[in-house]
């Protein structure tokens, strides 16, 4: 399988403002030596990579892999084996609205189990899912340290869902716009209020992530899509969670600024910040 094309050499600017970026996080000791990152921006005006960094590295998945869950269940929807009723509706709302781990295994129990939707995936989607790897119901806990994927195979299911490539698109979609709190748009300074935002999160003691589409406007009203992923990976769990978590969902909200302010200046519309 050709891997994506890499963006052309004037692109470089914003790739290179991420990783002097995290360079820095690392020197203030923001970023533990245990720790490794993965970003991936791809601007859907202009059809480019933006950033790239560590695109084909497997990273622990956790919930950022349950749009995946959903992809498979509405794979059987099309072929006819399943039907999309009020229970498959509520549980897949819980699944990614909630990110309830007792739906997204019932969700996994439907598809006859990890294996099965791994094979769904890898079979009838080799072209999104070059390093997904499926092997394990959400843990009691939501641990969930064993199931695997890339920021570029995010990317490439981000832009199957846009273009409405796969199953499902509009109602998955539907649910990742759901008002919530994320670390690619809330609490992002520069990024306008009314940005229309699609994403999942992910965590655990040893992953913060989250993968999105974010819609701004340019001052002309224009409407300006872009994919913006991040995951950030400790290998060892941490002591604090809850000041881990929020400290590199932090980090996340700060590229994303970054990202944003390079959006507006590829776009020529950066004055307006």
């Not at 109602?171 to 209020?193: F, N, Q, T, Y």
């Not at 992910?202 to 300006?224: E, F, Q």
């Amino acid at each position: 399988m050709v891997r994506d094309r890499v963006r052309p050499e004037p692109e470089q600017d914003l790739e290179s403002a991420v990783e002097h970026f995290i360079k820095q996080q690392r020197r203030r000791g923001h970023l533990a030596s245990d720790e490794r990152t993965g970003w991936l921006v791809y601007d859907f005006s202009t059809g480019e990579k933006l950033v790239t960094i560590n695109e084909d590295a497997q990273f622990q998945a956790a919930s950022l892999i349950k749009p995946f869950l959903a992809l498979a269940f509405f794979h059987r929807v099309k072929e006819g084996r399943f039907i999309y009723g009020p229970k498959s509706r509520r549980h897949m709302t819980r699944m990614i609205h909630w990110s309830n781990n007792a739906s997204t295994n019932w969700i996994m129990r439907q598809l006859g189990g990890p294996g099965s939707v791994q094979r769904i995936l890898e079979t009838q989607y080799q072209g999104i899912f070059q390093d997904t790897k499926i092997v394990e119901y959400i843990p009691p806990g939501g641990r969930s340290y064993r199931n695997k994927a890339s920021v570029g195979d995010y990317s490439r299911f981000l832009r199957s869902l846009w273009r409405e490539k796969i199953p499902g698109a509009r109602e998955i979609r539907r649910l990742m716009a759901l008002p919530g709190r994320d670390r690619i748009h809330s609490g992002v300074s520069h990024i306008p209020k009314g940005t229309e935002v699609y994403n999942k999160t992910g965590s655990t003691a040893r992953l913060c992530g989250d993968m999105g589409i974010l819609i701004v406007k340019g001052p002309t009203g224009k409407r300006y899509p872009y994919a913006v992923i991040g995951v950030i990976e400790k290998r060892h769990r941490a002591r604090n969670y809850t000041t881990w978590i929020r400290a590199r969902g932090d980090i996340i909200r700060e590229v994303s600024d970054l990202v944003y302010k390079g959006i507006a200046q590829h776009h020529n519309f950066a004055k307006a910040l």
